[in-house]
Nanobody, 114 residues
């Protein structure tokens, strides 16, 4: 299993970014995928979840601003982030727990300036 995240960058508060995660070695249609983030000096936190059936869930701080989606055929998972805030600054990781193991992408930096 390999996960590769991309799409991070520097954006002003109120701006948008779209993160992508390319998944190899797994079938998205039968697996739950997650986006986590880790800010400097803080623990890694779960940001968004999309189940095999397409149901989604979000941490409270991003509800209404972030949208997780996926393209099963292309094995891509997305995180659309709108109305970004400085507190969203973090390294973002895609993640799957599969067959008893955690798999992480390499992380992509998102920096939101005020």
């Amino acid at each position: 299993v390999q996960l590769q995240a991309s799409g991070g960058g520097l954006v002003q508060a109120g701006g948008s970014l779209r993160l992508s995660c390319a998944a190899r070695g797994i079938v998205l249609s039968i697996n739950t995928m997650n986006w986590y983030r880790q800010a400097p000096g803080k623990q890694r936190e779960l940001v968004a979840v999309i189940t095999s059936g397409g149901s989604t869930n979000y941490t409270d701080s991003v509800k209404g601003r972030f949208t997780i989606s996926k393209d099963n055929a292309k094995r891509l998972v997305f995180l659309q982030m709108n109305n970004l805030k400085p507190e969203d600054t973090a390294v973002y990781y895609c993640h799957i727990y599969w067959r008893g193991r955690h798999y992480w992408g390499q992380g992509t930096q998102v920096t939101v300036s005020s």
